[in-house]
């Protein structure tokens, strides 16, 4: 079974910076991915971004220029890199772990961008 122990939400205010990570556990051979998705209020959970163990990193549209994810294999950890956070960025973010017998996900760290 995997863990998915994500951290450093918070309150940042407009314009401001948060770094986002995400620690993986237990079994998880066979992962060849991790990435971040997103719940607003009252909104589904939206793809934000994802990496691949070979480095290869997408970004939504809404993120991409402005996000930076990077993958550490070894310690099993993604780490997110938003800056110039804007309101609509307040969501619930959530880790995931993409491997040959599925998606496993994190229970989420709250992110609150203040105007």
């Known amino acids: 079974q995997v863990q998915l122990v994500e951290s450093g939400g918070g309150l940042v205010q407009t314009g401001g910076s948060l770094t986002l990570a995400c620690e993986a556990s237990?079994?998880?051979?066979?992962?060849?991915?991790m990435g971040w998705y997103r719940r607003a209020p009252g909104k589904q959970r939206d793809f934000v971004a994802t990496i691949t163990k070979d480095g290869d990193a997408n970004y939504a549209a809404d993120v991409k220029g402005r996000s930076t994810i990077s993958l550490d294999v070894a310690k099993r950890t993604v780490i997110l890199q938003m800056n110039s956070l804007k309101p609509e960025d307040t969501a619930v973010y959530y880790c995931?772990?993409?491997?040959?017998?599925?998606?496993?996900w994190g229970r989420g760290t709250q992110v609150t961008v203040s105007s």
């Open positions: 237990g079994s998880i051979s066979g992962f060849y991915a």
């Open positions: 995931a772990l993409f491997s040959s017998v599925g998606t496993s």
